[in-house]
């Protein structure tokens, strides 16, 4: 009988268990961060890729009016082409003349980043902002 005890207290039948068990939240925090720092920037760079483009086709208007309609239509057509990641229905479009700068003119798109789903991997691990501003500026077409 005492044989049979110190069999089994020298066991390690259990000890993957254990194991697993303090791993796992490791690695649920690693792989909820991966995934939530890559939906976050995803959705960061492709605004600024639209702002970018939306101001560069801005430059074309003749005045303030046009140069808003073009950048609006541009954010548009460029939100409806890249799709996935930003849901175009939560972006919020700003557009006009820099405030610092008459002859400049600004687009800047506000995005809540929250509609993905990235809020729940915030209780794995902090995240940044849920909201991603993204702006570009250009000189006015013609001065």
Do not use: K
Request: zero cysteines; charged letters at 20%; glycine letters at 14%.
């Amino acid at each position: 009988m005492l044989r049979g005890i110190l069999r089994r207290v020298g066991s390690e039948t259990g000890s993957v268990a254990i194991e697993f068990a303090l791993t796992l939240p490791i690695l649920l925090a690693i792989t909820f961060g991966t995934v939530g720092f890559g939906l976050h920037m995803s959705a960061r760079l492709t605004l600024e890729q639209i702002a970018g483009e939306a101001a560069r086709a801005s430059v074309a208007g003749l005045d303030d009016g046009e140069r808003a309609e073009l950048a609006e239509e541009a954010v548009a057509d460029r939100l409806a082409a890249y799709g996935g990641v930003v849901n175009p229905a939560l972006v919020v479009v700003d557009v006009g003349a820099d405030p610092g700068d008459s002859d400049r003119f600004r687009v800047a798109l506000t995005y809540d980043v929250g509609g993905l789903g990235i809020g729940a991997f915030s209780a794995f691990v902090p995240l940044p902002d849920l909201t991603i501003t993204a702006s570009a500026i250009v000189a006015n077409g013609g001065t």
